[in-house]
């Protein structure tokens, strides 16, 4: 009996990691097909998330468990959070930490958790540079990182001699750490002749030349992917391959006579059923035979796609049908493609679905709820394109009974729509008013549903003035619901110190400028496009708020390559902006903020907390936005 105990122990031993007390990791050798659980122990010694806490969630930085979500919330169980999930046939390796609020559980500073997939006693293949390529997420500051992912590739090549995308990756690490020119020249031919090598492998496998691409786009020459494809159709003119990147030329061609006339001349005699490259083809002349309505050649071309069944083929039948119904041709056979279309529903295609030739489709995490949505927003589609279509042949009783039941199942935007449409077709135009009044109750500022609505409003009410009163209902509507939403996103998270920042005169922001004030921090570039894009809704939130005693604007140049004379030449070349232009000196800015991108808006309150922050450019929102997070500070809202 102790002997089994013993035997016990060494079987926990072996199959559980334990990260110092607090987390571990069962099985430690993690295989694919095997279920694993990841437990948190929040008393432990070494755990930084209290016991007290009301959720923890795993974060992915790094993972090629593409079916699990990037964050994952974990189970309370008794005094302990876990988590569990299979190993997919594709996993090779994922890092993590744990997070609750603001509190972080890592291993140890600047390290994180890593699940590792091994084949018997070795890695499975691409784990170790998988593992590469997440140390630029796990610790992206550490001095030796450059030596720590080459490291680990040359491993990958020690283990698997033929893996080509590691030859690669190796051979650009060594670019990177190269000391002179001549020798990052040397890494780079070398790499070269890697790339090349892979080429003549198959070069009229897709998926092949595909690496190859990856390959030059690895070390930096976007340049040659052009030239790679040039060579392809030169070398070998009648692949597949070459015809679909003959037909990508084509489109490019004006003349659509000319472009047509090339078209069909490349499918010629050598025209085979489903064929990658043809099927490109086709689909360039069903949609141009469609918009001249050719009908028998554009069925003819449209018999000719999507021949293999893939995740794709629900949505390829509804584009179809979805084609014929614009050009209002084909009715019937529009309604054969949307039904089915139908009866694949269900297997609609929701979010990335990745394509590797060794696991075939591999689809992402998708909550269950985003997932029913799409496919019931798909089948209002498909319902609303059937009745279209039988508005179109005539059967105004098909029409409304499909209009409705599009109605019914879903109110995404393209059904409403559709179904709208066929509602003031037959006469009913308050009908389908309301119809168009669900979308603009979700989105006030949609402006094609909302001219639609006026036109159709219109026609049974010719008041003007009744109709703006409604968008006025709208207006108010959104404020209430931005206000309402953007109330439960406030941070309250310490403000960052900012002794970097100098105005253009060089004099530096101090504390005292800011204290008792609402802040608002506009990081941008000059040669950031985004942020042109964003100045003109930022500006105009300023002019309502400049004259503020309690606001003040600072639109901080934070951008790599940019000088403070940049700043201070774009804003003489752009007089029509008039908030005040700060500079920053403090290269750890993104850090203190949490940005890693511009533009980036972050509002400072009055008590010196950072409540809201806008990483990337969310278009005309933003000016909406940004009103709205200053009034709930100044207490208007």
Same mark, same amino acid.
């Given at each position: 009996m102790k002997k089994l105990s013993i035997c016990c122990i060494c079987l926990?031993?072996?199959?559980?990691?334990?990260?110092?007390?607090?987390?571990?990791?069962?099985?430690?050798?993690?295989?694919?097909?095997?279920?694993?659980?990841?437990?948190?122990?929040?008393?432990?010694?070494?755990?930084?998330?209290?016991?007290?806490?009301?959720?923890?969630?795993?974060?992915?930085?790094?993972?090629?468990?593409?079916?699990?979500?990037? /964050?994952? @919330?974990?189970? =309370?169980?008794?005094?302990?959070?876990? !988590?569990?999930? %299979?190993?997919?046939?594709?996993?090779?390796?994922?890092?993590?930490?744990?997070?609750?609020?603001?509190?972080?559980?890592?291993?140890?500073?600047?390290?994180?958790?890593?699940l590792r997939v091994f084949d018997g006693i070795n890695r499975v293949k691409g784990s170790l540079l998988h593992e590469s390529y997440s140390l630029s997420a796990q610790m992206p500051k550490t001095p030796n990182l450059q030596e720590a992912k080459l490291a680990l590739i040359n491993q990958e090549l020690k283990n698997n001699p033929d893996h080509y995308e590691a030859k690669v990756a190796q051979l650009h690490t060594k670019m990177i750490m190269? /000391?002179? @020119?001549?020798? =990052?020249?040397?890494?780079?031919?070398? !790499?070269?002749? %890697?790339?090349?090598?892979?080429?003549?492998e198959n070069p009229t496998l897709p998926g092949n030349v595909n690496l190859v691409t990856m390959g030059y786009l690895m070390i930096g020459e976007k340049s040659r992917v052009d030239s790679v494809r040039k060579v392809i159709m030169k070398r070998f003119p009648d692949a597949d391959i070459s015809k679909d990147l003959k037909a990508s030329l084509i489109a490019k061609e004006k003349d659509t006579v000319q472009k047509v006339a090339q078209l069909e001349k490349m499918l010629g005699n050598s025209d085979a059923h489903g064929e990658e490259g043809s099927e490109n083809i086709h689909r360039m002349l069903f949609d141009h035979y469609a918009f001249v309505k050719d009908t028998t050649k554009a069925l003819y071309h449209a018999s000719k796609l999507n021949t293999k069944n893939n995740p794709y083929t629900p949505q390829a039948y509804k584009d179809i049908a979805a084609k014929l119904t614009e050009n209002k041709i084909a009715p019937a056979a529009a309604i054969a493609y949307a039904e089915r279309s139908l009866a694949v529903v269900d297997q609609w295609p929701v979010g990335i679905i990745r394509y590797f030739p060794e696991f075939g489709y591999i689809p992402s995490y998708v909550p269950d709820s985003t997932r029913k949505n799409a496919i019931v927003e798909a089948r209002s589609t498909l319902l609303s394109l059937k009745a279209l279509n039988y508005i179109q042949l005539h059967q105004p009783d098909s029409a409304l009974f499909f209009a409705n039941e599009a109605i019914k199942v879903a109110e995404g935007r393209e059904g409403l729509m559709n179904s709208a449409q066929v509602l003031t077709r037959l006469g009913k135009n308050e009908e389908a008013f309301a119809t168009l009044w669900k979308l603009l109750m979700k989105n006030p500022t949609d402006s094609a549903i909302l001219a639609m609505s006026k036109h159709i409003f219109m026609k049974y009410n010719s008041s003007e003035t009744d109709f703006l009163s409604k968008v006025a209902t709208l207006e108010a509507l959104e404020i209430a619901q931005l206000t309402e939403k953007t109330k439960a996103l406030m941070m309250h998270k310490p403000g960052p110190e900012l002794s970097g920042l100098v105005d253009l005169d060089g004099k530096q922001v101090t504390a005292a400028m800011m204290k008792g004030k609402i802040v608002i921090l506009d990081f941008w570039a000059t040669w950031c496009v985004p942020c042109m894009q964003e100045m003109p809704y930022f500006h105009k939130v300023f002019e309502k708020y400049r004259n503020h005693k309690e606001v003040m604007f600072m639109v901080v140049n934070s951008g790599a390559n940019n000088t403070i004379d940049d700043a201070r030449r774009w804003l003489k070349q752009n007089p029509q902006y008039q908030f005040p232009v700060y500079f920053n000196n403090d290269k750890n800015i993104g850090e203190k903020v949490g940005f890693t991108l511009i533009p980036t808006i972050a509002v400072i309150d009055q008590k010196g907390l950072l409540q809201f922050r806008t990483i990337g450019f969310e278009g005309e929102i933003l000016q909406k936005k940004l009103d709205v997070e200053i009034a709930i500070l100044l207490g208007k809202s």
């Open positions: 926990l031993f072996v199959l559980c990691r334990t990260y110092g007390q607090s987390l571990s990791v069962v099985p430690e050798k993690i295989k694919r097909g095997d279920t694993v659980r990841i437990t948190y122990n929040p008393v432990a010694a070494d755990a930084k998330i209290p016991a007290t806490a009301t959720y923890v969630t795993i974060v992915f930085s790094y993972s090629t468990f593409y079916d699990l979500p990037w /964050k994952m @919330p974990m189970v =309370k169980e008794g005094n302990s959070w876990t !988590a569990s999930f %299979v190993a997919g046939r594709f996993a090779t390796f994922a890092s993590f930490y744990l997070q609750s609020g603001e509190q972080i559980q890592q291993p140890a500073a600047g390290e994180q958790y890593n190269a /000391k002179s @020119p001549a020798e =990052k020249l040397k890494f780079r031919e070398q !790499a070269r002749k %890697v790339i090349a090598a892979k080429l003549e």
